[in-house]
Protein backbone atom coordinates (compact mmCIF):
# COMPACT_ATOMS: atom_id res chain seq x y z
CA UNK A 1 0.00 0.00 0.00
CA UNK A 2 3.01 2.24 0.80
CA UNK A 3 3.55 1.82 -3.14
CA UNK A 4 0.91 2.67 -4.15
CA UNK A 5 0.71 6.25 -2.05
CA UNK A 6 4.47 6.88 -3.56
CA UNK A 7 3.05 6.51 -6.88
CA UNK A 8 -0.01 9.18 -6.14
CA UNK A 9 2.58 11.63 -4.80
CA UNK A 10 4.42 10.92 -8.22
CA UNK A 11 1.19 11.54 -10.26
CA UNK A 12 -0.07 14.75 -8.99
CA UNK A 13 3.39 16.58 -7.89
CA UNK A 14 5.44 18.44 -9.64
CA UNK A 15 8.96 16.43 -10.82
CA UNK A 16 12.22 17.10 -8.63
CA UNK A 17 15.28 17.03 -9.12
CA UNK A 18 16.72 13.50 -9.58
CA UNK A 19 13.80 11.84 -9.36
CA UNK A 20 10.78 12.32 -11.37
CA UNK A 21 7.68 11.73 -12.24
CA UNK A 22 9.20 9.42 -15.26
CA UNK A 23 9.58 6.59 -12.98
CA UNK A 24 5.90 6.30 -12.60
CA UNK A 25 4.38 7.65 -16.07
CA UNK A 26 4.59 4.33 -17.39
CA UNK A 27 2.46 2.98 -14.69
CA UNK A 28 -0.27 5.37 -15.39
CA UNK A 29 0.10 4.93 -19.06
CA UNK A 30 -0.53 1.22 -18.15
CA UNK A 31 2.32 0.02 -20.16
CA UNK A 32 4.23 -1.38 -16.84
CA UNK A 33 3.14 -3.26 -13.55
CA UNK A 34 3.26 -1.98 -10.30
CA UNK A 35 5.88 -4.08 -9.54
CA UNK A 36 8.41 -3.31 -12.36
CA UNK A 37 7.13 0.36 -11.56
CA UNK A 38 8.54 -0.13 -8.11
CA UNK A 39 11.88 -2.36 -9.11
CA UNK A 40 12.40 1.42 -11.49
CA UNK A 41 11.80 3.79 -8.83
CA UNK A 42 14.01 1.27 -6.78
CA UNK A 43 17.26 1.58 -9.30
CA UNK A 44 16.21 5.16 -9.89
CA UNK A 45 16.73 6.30 -6.39
CA UNK A 46 20.08 3.84 -5.51
CA UNK A 47 21.75 5.78 -8.74
CA UNK A 48 20.80 9.32 -7.27
CA UNK A 49 21.99 8.11 -4.10
CA UNK A 50 25.14 7.45 -6.08
CA UNK A 51 25.23 10.76 -8.04
CA UNK A 52 25.01 12.32 -4.75
CA UNK A 53 28.09 10.68 -3.29
CA UNK A 54 30.33 11.24 -5.86
CA UNK A 55 29.90 14.80 -6.21
CA UNK A 56 30.18 14.97 -2.28
CA UNK A 57 33.50 12.78 -2.63
CA UNK A 58 34.77 15.62 -5.09
CA UNK A 59 33.29 18.66 -4.32
CA UNK A 60 33.66 18.48 -0.83
CA UNK A 61 36.17 18.13 2.03
CA UNK A 62 34.59 15.91 4.15
CA UNK A 63 35.11 13.28 6.96
CA UNK A 64 33.35 10.00 6.50
CA UNK A 65 32.43 8.17 9.47
CA UNK A 66 30.48 4.63 9.78
CA UNK A 67 28.95 4.54 13.13
CA UNK A 68 26.98 1.53 12.06
CA UNK A 69 30.21 -1.12 11.86
CA UNK A 70 32.16 1.41 13.99
CA UNK A 71 30.23 3.00 16.99
CA UNK A 72 33.23 4.22 18.85
CA UNK A 73 34.02 6.93 16.13
CA UNK A 74 30.53 8.97 17.45
CA UNK A 75 33.11 9.82 20.10
CA UNK A 76 35.46 10.99 17.69
CA UNK A 77 32.67 13.12 15.75
CA UNK A 78 31.58 14.62 19.23
CA UNK A 79 35.13 15.65 19.60
CA UNK A 80 35.38 17.27 15.89
CA UNK A 81 32.35 19.14 16.65
CA UNK A 82 32.93 20.82 20.11
CA UNK A 83 36.17 21.59 18.78
CA UNK A 84 35.29 23.21 15.67
CA UNK A 85 32.43 25.37 17.98
CA UNK A 86 34.57 25.55 20.87
CA UNK A 87 32.35 24.01 23.35
CA UNK A 88 31.70 21.69 25.29
CA UNK A 89 29.27 18.28 24.80
CA UNK A 90 26.20 18.92 26.67
CA UNK A 91 25.32 14.95 26.56
CA UNK A 92 28.41 14.35 28.84
CA UNK A 93 27.69 16.76 31.79
Known amino acids: ?4 GCLTKLRYHKPTRGLDIESGKDYFENEKTLSETIELIQKDSRHYAKRQLTWFRNKMDVNWYD ?5 QEQAKIYQKIENWL ?3 NELER
Open 1 to 4: MKHA
Open 86 to 88: GVK
Open 67 to 71: IIQNP
